[in-house]
């Protein structure tokens, strides 16, 4: 494809889709540690290798006993805090042990009765109640059960991800390597920082621009594409053979190349001279300059240099492109969001509840996932909802702390 003016034609924002079998997709995987995974693609299903926990777990605070011996008298006869791993502990018949939220029942045990709800008389302690099959504990596989998929090829892993996979002593997983990404920021009008502010302010109202177009693209691509990793931005001058000696070099470094400012149908037009063709223009205000090319398999885009224009074209075009480059299915959110509960959720207290989030044409909608224990294992869970003292009622107004994207494609 001839390259052009971008004025002599411009593209509709979809027919970025067209230019997206021509990528090379990241194909190089490593395994790492899951808690150096937050913002890696996942190469691999991670699936559950076994039950979690692999006994009951306290998830209280108290004794724990056998609930078919409740109400009665019991002896402590141990005691086990969470991180010990105390299997030589079996009760008896009237025995008890003293555990921690978290820890691992004994054998003989599969009830916990909490501290304040027994009185102590010596080694001894007295329930006055019935308490039934694990009250107060997490079942064996109540977090996960072997064989299920916690995470699917494709998926961003986020820091709830960490934090739900360590939970359940996953601690390796496949990856893919980051996109890597130069970015080169082209115009003689540039001045970059570090500077002195005051010397700074008179170069500005001298005609001057102190550089942040590519500073912006950079803090969106590292803020909201963890998956792609800038490794080098550079300002060059408006000539035109200083621009094409940078591009060439990124090109042979790195995976994709961003191009901003000298995108206009002016003489100092970057893109055109390159001669890549492309994609030139879309039908997108600001921002109509925006460009790609495929090079030997490697994106390459022109932005507008000026900060909201790049970022529109950042958003609209280099997002989906290096999306696909990444093998990214399922990206990252990470922000606060109002939506409507689908379930009424009673309590006195205030409650964080985890949910999922649905886009419908009336709005975003959070249903409630339902889990008797405290981790972020559950892998339809796209957000943690906010429940005010008293409870919400189905319909009502809920603060979402997203950490998944609820964008839709």
Known sequence: MKPMRYLSGLNPVYKVADILPQVNKIEDVEKIAVWDAAGRVVARDVI????????????????AVNSSATPGKFRVVGTI???????????????????TVGAFLPEGADAVVP?????????????????????NVDPPGSYV??????????????????????????T????????????VTTGDELIA??????????????????????????WYIQTFMPYVEVREKIITGDRHEEVRAVVDRFLKLYDAVIITGGAGPSEIDHFYKLGFGGLRGFRMKPGRP???????????????????????????????VLRYMANVNKAPGHDWHYAVITQDIQGEMAQIVRVKLEVTESGLHAIPIKARHHSFTEPDACGVALIPPGGVKRGDIVLVLTYRDIRRG
């Open 48 to 63: 559950a290798p076994h039950d979690y926990p692999p006994y009951p777990r306290a998830a209280y605070d108290g004794y």
């Open 81 to 99: 805090l969470v991180g010990q791993y105390r299997r030589d502990i079996v009760l008896n018949s009237g025995e008890a042990a003293y555990v």
């Open 115 to 135: 501290e304040e709800a027994v009185k102590r008389e010596g080694e001894y302690i007295l329930v006055d109640r019935k308490f039934e099959k694990y009250a």
């Open 145 to 170: 059960r072997k064989g299920v998929v916690l995470l699917k090829q494709g998926t961003v892993v986020t820091p709830f991800d960490v934090v739900g996979l360590l939970d359940v002593g996953i």
């Open 172 to 183: 390796t997983l496949y990856a893919y390597r980051r996109v890597r990404v130069g970015i």
């Open 193 to 218: 920082p570090p500077i002195d502010p005051d010397t700074a302010s008179e170069l500005v109202l001298r005609g001057k621009v102190i550089e942040s177009t590519g500073s912006l693209v950079a």
């Open 290 to 320: 925006t460009s790609v090319a495929v090079v030997g398999g490697k994106p390459v885009f022109g932005l507008s240099g000026y900060p909201i224009s790049a970022l529109h074209g950042v958003i609209r075009i280099v997002e989906p």
